[in-house]
Nanobody, 127 residues
Framework: QVQLVESGGGSVQAGDSLRLSCAAS????????MGWFRQAPGKEREFVSA????????WYADSVRGRFTISRDNARNTMYLQMNSLKPEDTAVYYC????????????????????WGQGTQVTVSS
């Protein structure tokens, strides 16, 4: 399995930007489709965005499409989430997740498809 560590969270004002990173180790990063999820207090963990192992295919939740951009650098074993035009409703703990080896991107669009999770990073957006 791949081990994941998120970073880049923080407290910002509405309209600001943040870039989250997810550093991977322990397995062949480029063999895993990857995803970002978030969990707000009292709510279930929800899908935010996913990227195929090659980076050639990306998916977004409707709530973030046009504001967030997912990317990955397989040479650096790192995935990113660029978050622009942040809103208070984006406040949550953000988690990165890896799908099983060679699984298609669709697998990491649900929490049940994620094989490995990071510990999460807090994003707080104030109005």
């Amino acid at each position: 399995q791949v081990q994941l560590v998120e970073s880049g969270g923080g407290s910002v004002q509405a309209g600001d930007s943040l870039r989250l990173s997810c550093a991977a180790s322990g397995s062949s990063f480029s063999s895993h489709a990857m995803g970002w999820f978030r969990q707000a207090p009292g709510k279930e963990r929800e899908f935010v965005s996913a990227i195929s192992w090659s980076g050639g295919s990306t998916w977004y939740a409707d709530s973030v499409r046009g504001r967030f951009t997912i990317s990955r650098d397989n040479a650096r074993n790192t995935m990113y989430l660029q978050m622009n035009s942040l809103k208070p409703e984006d406040t949550a703990v953000y988690y990165c997740g890896a799908g099983p080896t060679n699984a298609p991107i669709v697998v990491v669009t649900t929490t049940g498809g994620v094989e490995s999770w990071g510990q999460g990073t807090q994003v707080t957006v104030s109005s």
